[in-house]
Antibody, heavy 124, light 113 residues
Framework: QVQLVQSGAEVKKPGASVKLSCKASGYTFTDYYIHWVRQAPGQGLEWMGIINPSGGSTTSAQKFQGRVTMTRDTSTSTVYMELSSLRSDDMAVYYC?????????????????WGQGTLVTVSS | DIVLTQSPDSLPVSLGEKTTINCKSSQSVLYSSNSNNYLAWYQQKPGQPPKLLIYWASTRASGVPDRFSGSGSGTDFTLTINSLQAEDVAVYYCQQYYSTPPTFGPGTKVRVK
């Protein structure tokens, strides 16, 4: 079955960077966009960006431009999201989520399935 | 960015009752060329990622029970849960994918009365 498995929880100091992974299985990795969405404790959902695993092109939300880097490794079917210059308000659960339709069709930015999430704690 | 608002914030419901959650968009998410509303609904239980329930405003995702239904068009949408079950206790989010960035509503918490 289609599955996204994310890396484990991270604890970082303010100003540091964190690099999270999301390993895909159960489908052809390069056929579907992957998104990153975060959720601060007790808060709602915030879209961060999208990566095309086939060519590696990315788009990030304006809020994160200059701080977020999304990459992929096609040999391991894994996407990565690195967030730099961490602040206390970056403390959140970070999810990867797959687009529902193949890249060769139209791009529709709703999400299914989702990874289990990675908690990033930012604390001095 | 398109702003989504949801009402109510919280909703106490008796088991077996019908539940309605509203989502309002700051601009239309109806794409005139294909007559599709670019709106989805998700269910999130504590400690779990969101789960897609509805897309295109009214299409149930695979495996979603038929007690869940979506309706509406343009800027006003509704998620209805017929005959609430104990396992439906969760936070429900609407999300638009009409324009980038995709944005979510603040969520509605459904709890048992």
């Amino acid at each position: 079955q289609v599955q996204l498995v994310q890396s484990g929880a991270e604890v970082k100091k303010p100003g540091a960077s964190v690099k999270l992974s999301c390993k895909a299985s159960g489908y052809t990795f390069t056929d579907y966009y992957i998104h990153w969405v975060r959720q601060a404790p007790g808060q709602g959902l915030e879209w961060m960006g999208i990566i095309n695993p086939s060519g590696g092109s990315t788009t990030s939300a304006q809020k994160f431009q200059g701080r977020v880097t999304m990459t992929r490794d096609t040999s391991t079917s894994t996407v990565y999201m690195e967030l730099s210059s961490l602040r206390s308000d970056d403390m959140a659960v970070y999810y990867c989520a797959r687009a529902p339709d193949p890249i060769v069709t139209m791009r529709y930015d709703y999400f299914e399935p989702w990874g289990q999430g990675t908690l990033v704690t930012v604390s001095s | 960015d398109i702003v989504l608002t949801q009402s109510p914030d919280s909703l106490p419901v008796s088991l077996g009752e019908k539940t309605t959650i509203n989502c309002k968009s700051s601009q239309s998410v109806l794409y005139s060329s294909n007559s599709n509303n670019y709106l989805a609904w998700y269910q999130q239980k504590p400690g779990q990622p969101p789960k897609l329930l509805i897309y295109w405003a009214s299409t149930r995702a695979s495996g979603v029970p038929d007690r869940f239904s979506g309706s509406g068009s343009g800027t006003d949408f509704t998620l209805t849960i017929n005959s609430l079950q104990a396992e439906d206790v969760a936070v429900y989010y609407c999300q638009q994918y009409y324009s980038t960035p995709p944005t979510f509503g603040p969520g509605t918490k459904v709890r048992v009365k």
